[in-house]
Structures are given as structure tokens and as C-alpha cells.
């Protein structure tokens, strides 16, 4: 599936630290005895997986992303990483295929910019060894509602209105019970999924929405309609800015 919309991994790793704080809250929920293959499903810029590395000093770190500026983000944050320790790959996680079964993966803020998660769940359960964890979250149902309205407000009037006939929502912001049971149709025997609210205030908001939460609406527009765009949704937002986010809590075994 080819990527949604282009990122920029040096923006992105600049102000992740909100996504960073939710990531290692789910880097906790994965117990790890240190000597593991584990896949960072998703890397973005290599914050978590810098952390990811850390709990395994005898173990190995996989970290894929369909991002090649993100990939290179990461080469950069992690230049001291043992290469005997991670490889770094671009790949797209929807046609994922390694050679090797996992011990486990872990992914942040990843899968709801994948489309078809019956797909995605059978390239994860296929790559992990039997009895192997998956520990994940992303956006889930009802993510940046609030934000997303304002947003849409501005977009339905001129000079925007007219260029977001053919646009398309890149997201799926999936509910837990109809995860649960994607991944159980996919093969992992147990899945355990759940919803939980996580708004954040980001520090440098304008580049925030412009970069991460609205980026796909941002590179819809011709350049020069784009900061205007971002002007009117942080007037439609009022200070603080709060990106309203619902994270979809993700463990399963395969």
C-alpha cells in the first residue's frame, strides 16, 4: 500500500515528544528478558526505538518504516547503535515478510495510517514465532474528533473548499472489538484490545499540526494556501491548542 502522505522525519523528531511520552507507555506493557528479536513496527524517527534498544542489551531490534525520511531520521538519532543490534529497513508493513519469526513486536502511532488491518494483522501474526507478543497502540475511534471538526470547518469554506473534492480520510480509526477480532481471524490466539483517551497540549502547536496531525490535509493544498490553512485552524482551536487523541490499546499472542 503506498504511503498516505510524505513526512518529514527532522520535523517530526523534533516535536514527537507527545508521541514519544504515549509510545513508552507501551514499550512498558511489553515484558522483555533482554536477549529477544523484536520488530519496531513503525519507527518513525528512532525515539522509541533508542529506548527499545536499551532493554536489549543480548537482543536484536528490527525497526521498519514506509517513511524514507523517517528511516533516515532514525539513521541519525541512532549513530552509536551496535549494527550487530538493529537493522533499520523502509518496508511497508502491509506486505511485511522477513525471513527470521520475531519474539515480538512493538508499534506506536502506526497502524491507523494502514488502511486494510485484516491485511496488516496476517503480515504481523506471519512474522512472529508462535507464542510471540504483539504490543501496540495507535489512533483509534473517535481520534482528533473534536480537532478534525474544526479542521473540516475551515475546509468547507473558500479559498480551501475547492481542493478537497477528491480528497480521501487516510486514517482507520478502528474499534476494539472489531480488533480483537481481526486479529484473532489472523491467527494470534489471544488479543486483548481497548480504547483510552490521551489528549495532549504540543509545545510548538503550529508545526505540530502541520507535520503530524493534519500534514495529510497540509500537502493537499497548493504551498501557498498551506499557512493561511494552519492560521485559521488554530484561530477555530483558541489556545491551549489540545489534540484530542483516543489511542486503541493493542496486546496480543500469537
Given amino acids: 500500500m503506498p504511503e498516505t502522505r510524505t513526512w518529514d522525519g527532522s520535523s517530526y523528531d523534533r516535536i514527537s515528544g507527545p508521541m514519544e511520552a504515549l509510545g513508552l507507555a507501551v514499550l512498558s506493557r511489553l515484558e522483555l528478558a533482554g536477549d529477544e528479536t523484536v ?15 536499551e532493554r536489549l542489551p543480548e537482543g536484536r ?24 543490534q538493529i537493522d533499520l529497513l523502509e518496508l511497508e ?3 511485511l515478510g522477513l525471513s527470521e519469526p520475531l519474539d515480538a513486536i512493538l508499534s506506536t502511532a502506526t497502524f491507523h495510517w494502514i488502511l486494510d488491518h485484516d491485511e496488516l494483522f496476517r503480515r504481523l501474526r506471519g512474522v512472529l514465532r ?4 504483539l504490543v501496540a497502540q495507535c489512533g483509534g475511534c473517535g481520534n482528533i474528533d473534536v480537532l478534525r471538526g474544526h479542521a473540516n470547518d475551515v ?3 473558500e479559498p480551501y473548499v475547492a481542493h478537497f473534492g477528491d480528497f480521501r480520510q487516510p486514517w482507520n480509526y478502528a474499534g476494539p472489538e472489531q480488533t480483537q477480532q481481526r486479529l484473532l481471524d489472523a491467527g494470534f490466539t489471544e488479543a486483548e484490545c481497548w480504547l483510552e483517551p490521551a489528549p495532549k497540549e504540543p509545545a510548538e ?16 493544498l497548493p504551498v501557498q494556501l498551506r499557512e493561511p490553512f494552519i492560521d485559521d485552524v488554530l484561530a477555530e482551536l483558541g489556545e491551549p491548542v489540545v489534540v484530542d487523541y483516543v489511542r486503541l490499546n ?3 499472542t500469537a
Fill in 39 to 53: 520488530l519496531d513496527a513503525g519507527c518513525g524517527s528512532g525515539r522509541i526505538t533508542q529506548a527499545l534498544i
Fill in 205 to 220: 502547536p503550529r508545526e505540530f499540526l502541520s507535520t503530524i496531525v493534519l500534514g495529510p490535509h497540509y500537502q493537499h
Fill in 130 to 133: 508462535t507464542g510471540g507478543r
Fill in 61 to 84: 531490534v528490527v525497526a521498519a518504516d514506509a517513511s524514507a525520511s523517517m528511516v533516515a531520521a532514525a539513521r541519525e538519532r541512532l549513530p552509536g547503535a551496535d549494527v550487530r
Fill in 93 to 95: 508493513l502491509a506486505s
Fill in 250 to 252: 493493542i496486546d496480543a
Fill in 155 to 157: 475546509l468547507a469554506r
